[in-house]
């Protein structure tokens, strides 16, 4: 196969993906109003390296695994408790206006230990936030799964060209989404600010609730 044509394909198909409304976008866009746009990198950045492990487990031939419907639906009820953790915790905030947009700039310009700290619990967010999706992975143990065996026509070669045209396309979305929510937060003000959290809260909460009932379905074979 030609390694062009499996790029492109591998970019366009994560892209309208990454198009789709989600908990990841929920997360980027939380983390853009306080850190900045490099938010959206760190996110996909944790999302990737999850990806490169799925894709390499996937590989080793464990793909029924994944699409065992009591995985999936484990997967599914740990996801919607996440979800509904971090929900309830922005909505808390939102309420509370324990966050403000002056305390998140000034933590991002804090040179000192703390930065690293945030920047790793970004990457740990991209990681949870997908890993707890359980369409994620039964998306990977299908569909992504075909595109390996595609692109392992071409070789080892054709699945790291599959995995930099897919990790791309997320990069690409998620870091304009970052910078353009990351700009606008000057302009959107504190009340406007603690809404935005509030809003977003409540986003991942409906998610919580809709993955949680997926899982319990899955589980009870409904």
Request: proline share 3%; charged share 10%; glycine share 14%.
């Amino acid at each position: 196969m030609d390694l062009w044509i499996i790029f492109i394909g591998a970019f366009s198909i994560a892209f309208s993906g990454a198009m789709m409304p989600g908990p990841m976008l929920g997360v980027t866009i939380d983390g853009s109003l306080r850190k900045g746009w490099t938010a959206g990198p760190r996110i996909v950045l944790g999302h990737g390296i999850l990806e490169l492990v799925l894709i390499l487990t996937m590989t080793f031939g464990l793909k029924d695994f994944f699409s065992n419907p009591t995985v999936a639906g484990f997967i599914g009820l740990f996801g919607g408790a996440f979800l509904a953790w971090m929900g309830c915790g922005m909505i808390k905030s939102g309420i509370k206006k324990s966050v403000t947009q002056e305390n998140s700039i000034s933590r991002e310009n804090n040179p000192s230990g703390k930065r690293g700290v945030m920047e790793n619990n970004l990457v740990l967010a991209g990681v949870l936030v997908s890993a707890t999706n359980p369409y994620f992975i039964l998306w990977w143990a299908t569909t992504g799964t075909e595109s390996i065996r595609r692109a392992f026509a071409a070789g080892i070669i054709g699945v790291l060209i599959f995995f930099t045209g897919h990790i791309l396309a997320d990069l690409v979305w998620y870091t304009a989404m970052s910078a353009a929510f990351s700009r606008g937060k000057k302009l959107v003000g504190s009340a406007g600010y603690h809404r935005m959290v509030l809003i977003l809260g409540l986003f991942l909460v409906v998610f919580s609730i809709y993955f949680i009932g997926s899982g319990s379905k899955m589980l009870l074979g409904l």
